[in-house]
């Protein structure tokens, strides 16, 4: 729809010709028009088309006409009132819910698409301008910036965006053909080692409420709050994978804080942390530190997060005390989202006490920023992605024949949305699960026909339960869950 500006003029001739069409908003919102003041508007408007009218006489018609429109003309202003006062992000139209968010600074999410980050490796100094494409031999994924091999003739964590939309996942290993051409005189290999982030739909009037309401509740810069609305605001961001943390040392004491974010571009991301962030230099990656180390041949590694490693990667430890020996760079030989072992016989080794951590994090990113001719190197977290594998264990007591493949069918969707929509560090509740799945099922049966239930739950392949007593099951808390309708099966006992 046009707008057009109203000039001083235009509002007050509206204002004459319509009384009370525009009410002023005070802190408390807008007040009821005392019912004199309605009064002598009518009497006024009374008196232009007929000069001379007495209103004022009692027990007469004219009298008792004007009383009972006072009555009539307070329940309209308040309901004027209520409607004025009522009008939020809860409430409006899809259309006046996208004036709030332009109020705000919260444009509405088009969907994102899927995103990965690859490793080139090739002839040093090979330049590669934005937009060169590769493939994973179905979809197609475009670099966003200009970038330059170096010396070593290897370029890491280099961020690329799929030109096709949709919820498609990008298993790690699977982007590993070059598509843009090149000279005969070169040589070019890719691959992405961690798993891409899979796109997203264009957003809900439900989820761009939400925002909205979060961006009225951030206060100043430096605020949670204040942070993850500028982050939002990043083209093709995740906004479940937005998270900011206090990182705390071992006796509990603050030592700064850690900002989560996936799906963006890295440059992007790190311009709204400048924007919101008023304390740079407490800004903190991600620690994974070593939570064991066996005494055998080879040397087995547990972590305290998950490592994120591939098979046969190089990956530096530090800082280990007691079973010094494992401080190092070494190959790795992945058994688990959690454990690795290395190349190194510590069978006759001291038991390892503590300090060691992995200096091989893949979730630590850092983008430059530039603003005039300072420079500011902006570290944040990429939270990895958590696999996820559910089988349900149920039964029924209706007589009707249910047929399993049809249940699984309709209860998949359910279970895979809840999942699927959780945050960074957000646990799975069992009693949430089970709720997903019985609405599912009322399609063909009543709830109180289901008389066993029970969910057998794996994380990155590992059998997880809750915690004893608890109803929860927590995940890495630097990762968020991801689940396909397929990795979902139900069972019949």
Known sequence: MDQTD???????????????????????????????TLRDQLVTHAAKLSPG?????????IEDMA????????????????????????????????????????????????????????TPGLFLGAGFQVSDGTYLYETQENVTLPETGRLTNIYVLAISAGEYSIPAGTITQVVSGLSASVTLSVINPQPGTIGAQEESDASYRARIIQAGQSTTQGTPNFIKSCLQKVPNIIERSLSVSINRDVDGIPQGYAITADG????????????????????????????????SNPCTISTSLTHGLTNGQNVTISGAQGMESINGSFTATVLDAYRFTIPLDTSTAPLYRSGGFVETNPRNLTATLLDGTDRYDIPFIRPLQQKVRLIVHWQTSSVNIIDNDAATRLCAPNLADYINNLSVNEPINIMQLSTAFEAALLKIIPGNLITELSFELYLDDILTLPAPKGTTIAGDPQSYFTITPADISLVRR
């Not at 000039?7 to 019912?35: H, I, K, Q, W």
């Not at 899809?94 to 980050?117: C, H, T, W």
């Not at 963006?264 to 230099?281: H, K, M, N, R, V």
């Open 67 to 122: 009383s009972t429109a006072v009555g009539a003309l307070l329940q309209i202003d308040q309901a004027k009132v209520d409607l004025i006062n009522a009008i939020s992000p809860l409430n409006v139209t899809s259309s006046m819910l996208d004036q709030f968010g332009e109020i705000y600074g919260v444009k509405r999410g088009v969907g994102a698409n899927p995103s990965a980050y690859v490793t080139f490796t090739g």
């Open 6 to 36: 109203l000039s001083p003029t235009l509002l007050s001739l509206l204002e004459e010709r319509y009384p009370g069409l525009f009410s002023a908003l005070l802190n408390s919102g807008v007040e009821p028009t005392d019912p004199s």
């Open 53 to 61: 009218v007495t209103t004022d006489l009692p027990g007469t018609l």
């Open 264 to 295: 963006g571009d890295p440059q992007q991301i790190a311009g709204a942390i400048y924007e919101s962030c008023f304390d740079l230099l407490s800004l903190q990656g991600s620690t994974n530190t070593v939570s064991s180390a066996t005494q």
